[in-house]
Nanobody, 122 residues
Framework: QVQLIESGGGLVQAGGSLRLSCAAS????????MAWFRQSPGKEREFVAV????????SYGDSVKGRFTISTDNAKNTVYLQMNSLKPEDTAVYYC???????????????WGQGTQVTVSS
């Protein structure tokens, strides 16, 4: 089992920044990739970013490229999502998830956090 705990969400004005954190515990040795997804009411869950634990492989969803940065701190078993130039359409619950393989589809991910709310006001 792997436990994931997200933090760092909140309310921010458009153009502002937030940094999300996701701390992993448990059998993290069985995971290779960590990703962020988001979901807003009435919409499907959307891929945001994915990273390998060694930080070599990264990928971003089209809607966040150039604004969001994903990174890892292996010593802390933590993955971060730095979100800059936030827009109202970034408002969603953000989830972290882990997988043994690289993927942008949510059905590949085995373990999920509880989510953290990000609200961007206009």
């Amino acid at each position: 089992q792997v436990q994931l705990i997200e933090s760092g969400g909140g309310l921010v004005q458009a153009g502002g920044s937030l940094r999300l954190s996701c701390a992993a515990s448990g059998r993290t040795s069985r995971t290779s990739f960590m990703a962020w997804f988001r979901q807003s009411p009435g919409k499907e869950r959307e891929f945001v970013a994915v990273i390998s634990w060694n930080g070599v492989i990264k990928s971003y969803g089209d809607s966040v490229k150039g604004r969001f940065t994903i990174s890892t701190d292996n010593a802390k078993n933590t993955v971060y999502l730095q979100m800059n130039s936030l827009k109202p359409e970034d408002t969603a619950v953000y989830y972290c998830a882990v997988s043994r393989q690289f993927a942008t589809r949510d059905n590949t991910y085995e373990y999920w956090g509880q989510g953290t709310q990000v609200t961007v006001s206009s």
